[in-house]
């Protein structure tokens, strides 16, 4: 089948290398794809929100199935608009991806089926927000835009002054754009993160392998919030005992929610939790594979990725094969000096050739790359994913750094602790 891939980053490389090992595929494209993933697709430059240039794409070159792997062109409705064409594809519908695309939404969803989440309240204007500020909340509280907002429409605020300035950059200066329109304030929760990915057709439910991201940009979660550092899976915090709460309190709730309100979710949902000391809540919803969480969890996936994703789309996931290796994997973003603000690019990469570092269990997964004749150069803030799987986290850790240290580029720098925090977790539980 010819298949095409939307979306341009390090995760969807990681479903094109996982995509590549199905026998059933004959032609992969990505849109836009990037410079690594050029090796291992067609790249064709068509944005992933361009939903007419998508479309024509995939008619014109008879293409039988299509993953939209980003949040936008699924809140958009890409994902329609290839049904109309009698295209199927993995994601969900746009009435479905709104549980990412609207905190106001998930939050109502979460209250209305009573699904554990973090106490809130809505505000329209910027002076009903303020006044709860002053006369409501406690601190630290947690403001959050209502759209889409690249992962960064969070402020977490230790006071009433940090929070109005928040609600005034929010909805007045409009720092998210129109995401601010509206705003939630929430309460803050404390307790470890975890983030499970899960296949869903609105029927059945089958998590993968837990992971945790490292979302500050340098070591000890210090440093401003990124798009992600760096992931492990699996994540040692979520045991089985808590897997089987969020399974009951969480994960089936929330598909028979979606079912319930007329917006039944097809493709990945993830649920980023925190662990509290009441037991498991939801921090947010995304209504796809994380970014770089996919670049942990697909590596462990031993099942056929494409073989899932059409049984997710023809709604029969039940009988379908999800087995996950029992090893660990941890994935060491390599960033361009100063993401994630100012940072130089077309800096001319070394230590690389196209078939990533030559170490055995070490993947390397493309954010921003681009290709100049022969030459690779960095093009984005996080460029490159190295993850590294072993038995244990401790030798996924040490083969991802080790593939760390064979690459270089002027500027470039990662955390050197990804994977401490889980190891110290994984040391207290075996003590
Ligand atoms: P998000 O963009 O929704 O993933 O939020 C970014 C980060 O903000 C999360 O990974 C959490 O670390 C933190 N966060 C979000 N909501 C809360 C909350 N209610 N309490 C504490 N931390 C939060
Ligand atoms: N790693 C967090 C996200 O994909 O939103």
């Known amino acids: 089948m010819k298949v095409a891939v939307v979306g341009g980053g390090g995760r969807e490389h990681a479903i094109i290398k996982k ?4 026998a059933e595929i004959t032609e992969l494209f990505c849109l836009p794809g990037n410079g690594g993933i050029s090796y291992d697709a067609t790249c064709v430059p068509i944005k992933a929100t361009d939903l007419d240039g998508v479309v024509d794409f995939v008619k014109e070159n008879g293409i039988e199935y299509v993953v939209v792997a980003p949040d936008d062109p699924l809140v958009l409705g890409l994902v329609d608009r290839l049904a109309e064409i009698g295209v199927p594809a993995f994601g969900p519908s746009q009435k479905a991806a709104i549980i990412e695309g609207s905190k106001v939404f998930s939050k109502e969803l979460m209250k209305k089926y009573g699904i554990p989440t973090a106490q809130y309240a809505v505000f329209d204007s910027a002076h009903e927000a303020v006044d709860y500020l002053r006369h409501e909340a406690r601190f630290p509280i947690v403001l959050k835009a209502d759209g889409l907002a690249l992962g960064k429409g969070v402020l977490i605020c230790d006071n009433f002054v940090q929070a109005a300035a928040g609600v005034k950059a929010i909805m007045e200066d409009k720092m998210f754009g129109s995401a601010g329109n509206q705003m939630v304030i929430e309460e803050f929760l404390t307790g470890p993160e975890v983030s499970v990915l899960a296949f869903t057709d609105g029927k059945t439910m089958v998590p993968m392998v837990s992971s945790m991201d490292h979302k500050r940009a340098l070591d000890d979660d210090e440093g401003p919030n990124t798009g992600g550092m760096g992931t492990i899976a699996p994540n040692p915090y979520y045991t089985p005992e808590i897997a089987k709460i969020c399974m009951e309190t969480i994960f089936l709730p929330t598909m028979a929610a979606m079912n319930t309100e007329g917006r039944t979710f097809k493709g990945c949902l993830y649920f980023g939790l925190m662990l509290t000391p009441d037991g498991p809540k939801v921090i947010e919803y995304n209504c796809r ?129 990804i994977g401490q925090k889980a190891l110290a977790a994984n040391q207290r539980k075996d003590g």
């Open 19 to 22: 995509l590549k090992q199905s």
């Open 289 to 417: 594979f994380g970014d770089p969480e996919t670049q942990v969890v697909l590596p462990l996936l031993e099942s056929d990725l494409f073989s899932i994703m059409r049984a997710v789309t023809e709604e029969r996931l039940g009988e379908a094969e999800v087995h996950f290796s029992s090893g660990a994997a941890t994935c060491v973003v390599v960033a361009s000096g100063g993401y994630p603000q100012q940072y130089k690019t077309g800096c001319e990469m070394r230590g690389l050739t196209k078939g990533g570092v030559a170490l055995c269990d070490v993947t390397v997964y493309h954010a921003g790359t681009k290709c100049e004749g022969e030459r690779l150069v960095t093009a984005g803030g996080r460029v490159l994913g190295v993850t590294g799987t072993a038995e244990t986290l401790d030798q996924a850790i040490e083969k991802a750094y080790q593939g760390v240290k064979q690459i270089s580029f002027e500027g470039h720098f990662c955390r050197s602790d």
